[in-house]
């Protein structure tokens, strides 16, 4: 571990304030910091909320899909990238068009698989059940 190295060694001195060696004058303004980054936040929010939406509203869907980034949600059918920031201000969005339509036929195979699955697992119950009976005949 090295001290007192020059910041601009590591960080470039147009990104640093002048205290620490850098070319940057900040200064902070609250009234117009504060609103824009609130505004900022909702934007995110509303997007976040949209794309989780779009998704299906899965509980546990991944974070780095909410977030708008190149990770597949839950179904595996989009990714963040799918849904660009402020896409959720368009008034009308083919993307949200087409992935609600594929959403709802990748629901309906999830729903197709279940059910085949209960059938099976019924079928295999009744086979047991009818070979217990065979069994209990013969004794």
Known sequence: MKFNEPLSRYVPA???KR????DADFQY???VYWPALC?????RRKDYVARWEKAGKHIGEHEA??????AKCFTGLHSGSDFPE???HASEDAVAQKSEMQVEE???EIAAAATKEAKAEKSEAEDVKAE??????KI
């Open 132 to 137: 217990d009976v065979k069994a209990e005949t």
């Open 106 to 108: 990748k629901s309906a």
């Open 14 to 16: 147009s990104h640093l």
């Open 65 to 70: 899909f909410l977030r708008g980034g190149d």
């Open 29 to 31: 303004n609250h009234d």
């Open 19 to 22: 205290e620490f060696g850098g």
């Open 86 to 88: 402020g896409f959720s």
């Open 39 to 43: 505004d900022l936040a909702a934007k």
